[in-house]
């Protein structure tokens, strides 16, 4: 079963969300303690992210901040470093519907190539 998904880890003074690529590799890595995997097989990508009003799971979000990482987890030099507290402490929400969005067009009553 493969992603995205979204994972939400609850913060004292932030929450955080981390993009997983592939669900089962992230079941083994954070819940069977199996960290033999990669975390490139597990994460979307190395970035870790927060809202803009540092709460909860939805909004507009943004990279995390060296100090907001910092201030979370201690002295951070590299996000990365954070990723396996997040993934091992987090939960998977839900998928993040990349896959599903839909479209819709934006003025149909014009038609094709109207002028």
């Not at 907001?68 to 201690?74: H, I, K, M, R, Y």
């Not at 030099?77 to 519907?97: C, F, Q």
Request: aromatic share 10%; charged share 25%; net charge negative.
């Amino acid at each position: 079963m493969t992603g995205p998904y979204k994972l939400f880890y609850k913060g004292q003074s932030k929450d955080f969300v981390v993009f997983i690529d592939d669900k089962d590799a992230y079941e083994k890595y954070a819940h069977k303690h199996d960290h033999s995997i990669p975390l490139t097989d597990v994460v979307s990508n190395f970035d870790i992210y927060t809202n803009q009003m540092g709460q909860g799971s939805t909004g507009k979000l943004e990279k995390a901040s060296q100090t907001d990482l910092s201030v979370e987890f201690g002295e951070v030099k590299h996000a990365e470093d954070v990723l396996p507290v997040i993934l091992e402490k987090g939960e998977i929400l839900n998928s993040t519907g990349v896959d599903h969005k839909k479209w819709s067009s934006t003025n149909d009553s014009n038609g094709f190539n109207a002028r």
